[in-house]
T-cell receptor, first 113, second 113 residues
């Protein structure tokens, strides 16, 4: 049973437009959420995170929104650039548990020039 | 600061053989986690070692094992390889506390023929 779900396997966006990647989770005890970006033949790299005490966190072109009541988070990339083309993984952790992130299956983002 | 390193980067084995993968974490990190990535399955957690002890374990058969040395370097072993073990094996390191980021290595691509 997937506790972290990324229901869109892929997303295609035009350069300069907004990319919105979505993630849903089922465990209401998750209290820390992360997004990772992965290029082919490389390991995932940390992008941005958010604690459950916040509903928004920004870092340059990247913003993560958290809706705890809906158990939903999203990553917004504005403006999207061709170099953003990668697989994006959403992950969630439980401070009172193992600290090991539970990952979604990823969304492949393609940004067209 | 050097990142997480994994060796070898690529490996080809045949069914029934065994394999050992190595991971050197970021200096000062005491937690090393291993993940298996296959197409469409995201990152599947194998196990985590913290201060030479297995602290967490995922849902993989006993053919998958690991260990951690006093310098925090970790090895993962897969015995009696099966075709389905073909995957990218990723290692991640961290300080091993709540609400922190894991840093991933580039992975070892294993192909079982």
């Amino acid at each position: 049973d997937q506790q972290v779900k990324q229901n869109s396997p892929s997303l295609s966006v035009q350069e300069g437009r907004i990319s919105i990647l979505n993630c849903d989770y089922t465990n209401s005890m998750f209290d820390y959420f992360l997004w990772y970006k992965k290029y082919p033949a490389e390991g995932p790299t940390f992008l941005i995170s958010i604690s459950s005490i916040k509903d928004k966190n920004e870092d340059g072109r990247f913003t993560v929104f958290l809706n705890k009541s809906a158990k939903h988070l999203s990553l917004h990339i504005v403006p999207s650039q061709p170099g953003d083309s990668a697989v994006y993984f959403c992950a969630a952790t439980l401070s009172g548990g193992s600290y090991i992130p539970t990952f979604g299956r990823g969304t492949s983002l393609i940004v067209h020039p | 600061k050097a990142g997480v390193t994994q060796t070898p980067r690529y490996l080809i084995k045949t069914r029934g053989q065994q394999v050992t993968l190595s991971c050197s974490p970021i200096s000062g990190h005491r937690s090393v986690s291993w993940y298996q990535q296959t197409p469409g399955q995201g990152l599947q957690f194998l196990f985590e070692y913290f201060s030479e002890t297995q602290r967490n374990k995922g849902n993989f058969p006993g053919r998958f094992s690991g260990r951690q040395f006093s310098n925090s370097r970790s090895e993962m072993n897969v015995s009696t390889l099966e075709l389905g073990d073909s995957a990218l094996y990723l290692c991640a390191s961290s300080f091993g506390t709540a609400q922190e980021t894991q840093y991933f290595g580039p992975g070892t691509r294993l192909l079982v023929l």
